[in-house]
């Protein structure tokens, strides 16, 4: 249980002491500064404290907000402030030095017997909050919008205030900024003006986010399971039940924002269920296809791997640009254009639609698939993705090559996480030592070309060999080793140009690409679906790597990127299995190769999360709006 310190004497009738229960604190009154720290150090260690002025009127779901998210070490709103248990020691310090009285410079006493003089009770929240600020620790203040916190002065203030909150439907509030504020078209319009009461009615039976995101997890599994019937009832039920699993996707984040039930487990889970359940139902799709005599493994892959690069440039853009944008933000007149375009409402909602989001995607897969077949609800889905990835693809790059964007230094933050996103392994890091010297001596004016040039150059190759050869030639295998070359110069220098970014989609589609290829080419049964394995559980590594840079926890450890080969060594090992081995052999070596990547890289990943979920790391989430 929580602690909270109660200064002061609470106006008759206050709520205040009630309000603070109900949000699981332990209220403890004091009546002066003395009392507030001395009750401060007697509360265990493990626990989050609150100080709150007793004065203060505001609504419980603002208090909620500033007391209680567990993503903060420290946070306040006018009259309150708290820290979980790593921010205690700075909120002691703060604390007495809010308690003691400002020194007064014409004071002729000695500055000991100047600050032994206690500051009046009244205000010592805020003048805490503002003591840890400037002590230098980051103290959260939450956007409360029309929510109401408030310290008022005097009796006609307070009544004032409390007319205030009267006026705001407090629960209302609570449901609104449970939606996240950016959705899509479908997922805004269609689905939270219902799902966020879903998100409360869970909340009231105490279940939590992470239950939810399981229960999601579960119905897409069985969605897939009724696509694999290969039967009209069960691609109807499938698509159902995909738009039910979406439903529950929608209801976990809002359930996490309206009760702040936020943690690292849960983002991690939140996210890579996400991809499970749809490419789960890809296979699905493949499997009932077959069920009726049509082959679609090589669609429901490709489109994987498509879904998959789309994401992977999306990452490594934002690597590039977004968390790394100066103050004054991209000045590109593309970026320029799109701001006059937010101007108009309706191009917002055309613009999210377009780029096909989850909501639309999973709207569109489950429609399908109750209505056509496999191989229509596959080619549609593709051709979806092709053009969304082609719209974004493209404006990023006329953002990149922008004058602004090639002048803006890139971080080596950011270079080290392209680098990381690239996945390299043991082969491309020493073809790069060995190749730094001719990459530092290219000339300046190529960097923002030099890498992505070399990167495509080398997917192009291997991809391109592998589809013009026959089954077991040893071709693609002199390619790949060509491939490696080109991974280890394109990465021999820090990733900092402005195209740097596509660097870690070449080489994505460059190894999914040439699994698909060779499984199709070797032409018997089962080796499409063998590398569907192997690309999923690669694909999994590759996701995994984004959320732990995106939680600021670091990449993978380099011995786990290197076990597994890095994405040239993969690509390599796929080339010269299929040079040595007869066809109807290549689909075990592959089920064999993705078994044991997935054993060791879900091995390491469940590891980190759940290390990083007993300590305490914080979570990445999405924020709903302002209340």
């Excluded at 001395?38 to 007793?54: N, S």
């Excluded at 600050?115 to 959260?140: K, N, Y």
């Excluded at 943690?263 to 890579?272: E, R």
């Excluded at 007149?333 to 096909?356: E, F, H, K, Q």
Aim: charged share 15%; with cysteine; aromatic share 8%.
């Amino acid at each position: 249980m929580s602690t909270a310190i109660l200064t002061g004497q609470p106006a008759p009738g206050s709520p205040l002491e009630a309000d603070l229960r109900a949000l699981g604190f332990d209220v403890r009154p004091a009546s002066d500064a003395a009392e507030a720290e001395t009750l401060l150090a007697e509360v265990p260690a493990g626990r989050r404290v609150a100080l709150v002025d007793a004065r203060l009127v505001g609504h419980r779901h603002a208090l909620r907000l500033g007391l209680t998210d567990p993503r903060f070490e420290a946070a306040a709103v006018p009259g309150a402030v708290t820290a979980r248990p790593a921010a205690r020691p700075a909120l002691a310090r703060a604390l007495h030095e809010a308690a003691a009285d400002p020194a007064d410079p014409a004071d002729p006493a000695p500055a000991e017997a100047r600050t032994a003089v206690r500051a009046p009770v009244a205000g010592l929240a805020d003048r805490t909050a503002d003591a840890l600020t400037e002590a230098g620790t980051a103290v959260h203040r939450p956007e409360l919008g029309s929510l109401v916190a408030a310290v008022p002065a005097d009796p006609q203030a307070a009544a004032e205030a409390r007319q205030a909150v009267a006026a705001v439907d407090d629960e209302a509030v609570r449901l609104r900024s449970a939606v996240k504020a950016r959705d899509g078209f479908f997922t805004t319009f269609c689905i939270s003006p219902y799902s966020r009461y879903l998100a409360r009615w869970c909340a009231r039976r105490g279940l939590t986010p992470n239950q939810v995101t399981t229960a999601s997890l579960l119905t897409a599994l069985i969605a897939a399971g009724c696509a694999a019937t290969g039967t009209r009832p069960g691609f109807v039920a499938a698509g159902v039940l995909l738009l039910l699993s979406f439903v529950l996707d929608c209801t976990d984040g809002q359930l996490a924002r309206y009760s702040l039930q936020y943690s690292t487990l849960g983002a991690w889970l939140d996210a890579t269920f996400d991809r499970a359940k749809e490419y789960a139902y890809y296979a699905g799709l493949a499997l009932g296809a077959a069920r009726g005599g049509d082959d679609v493994w090589a669609l429901a892959l490709g489109a994987m791997v498509l879904q998959s690069c789309r994401h992977v440039v999306d990452f490594s853009y934002t690597e590039a640009y977004v968390n790394n944008a100066p103050a004054s933000g991209n000045t590109s007149p593309t970026a320029a254009l799109s701001d006059r375009l937010d101007s108009l409402g309706w191009t917002v909602w055309l613009r999210r639609m377009i780029v096909l989001p989850i909501g639309e995607r999973w709207a569109l897969i489950a429609v399908l698939t109750a209505a056509t077949t496999p191989r229509i609800t596959l080619v549609v889905l593709l051709v979806g993705c092709a053009l969304a990835a082609c719209y974004t693809t493209a404006g990023r790059l006329l953002r990149s090559l922008s004058a602004a964007a090639r002048r803006t230094p890139r971080t080596d933050r950011a270079a080290a996480a392209l680098a990381d996103l690239a996945d390299g392994g043991l082969i491309a890091d020493s073809f790069g030592q060995a190749l730094a010297p001719v990459a530092r001596r290219l000339p300046r004016r190529l960097s923002d070309f030099t890498a992505p040039a070399v990167a495509l150059l080398g997917a192009a190759l291997v991809t391109a060999v592998s589809a013009a050869c026959d089954y077991g030639s040893w071709w693609p295998v002199v390619a790949a080793c060509g491939y490696c070359g080109a991974a280890g110069l394109a990465t021999a220098r820090p990733l900092k140009g402005a195209l740097d970014w596509l660097v870690p989609p070449f080489f994505r589609a460059a190894e999914y690409g040439t699994v698909l290829i060779l499984a199709a080419r070797a032409g018997v049964n089962g080796a499409l679906p063998a590398g569907f394995g192997l690309v999923a559980a690669v694909a999994y590594h590759h996701y995994d790597t984004v959320y732990r840079i995106r939680g600021d926890a670091g990449a993978p450890p380099k011995r786990l990127v290197r076990l597994i080969g890095g994405h040239e060594g993969r690509v390599l090992l796929v080339t010269v299995l299929a040079g040595l081995l007869a066809a109807p052999d290549f689909p075990l070596a592959l089920t064999v190769f993705a078994v044991a990547a997935a054993v060791v890289v879900l091995f390491e990943s469940i590891r980190f999360w759940v290390s990083a979920h007993q300590g305490g790391a914080p979570a990445v989430h999405d924020e709903g709006e302002p209340a």
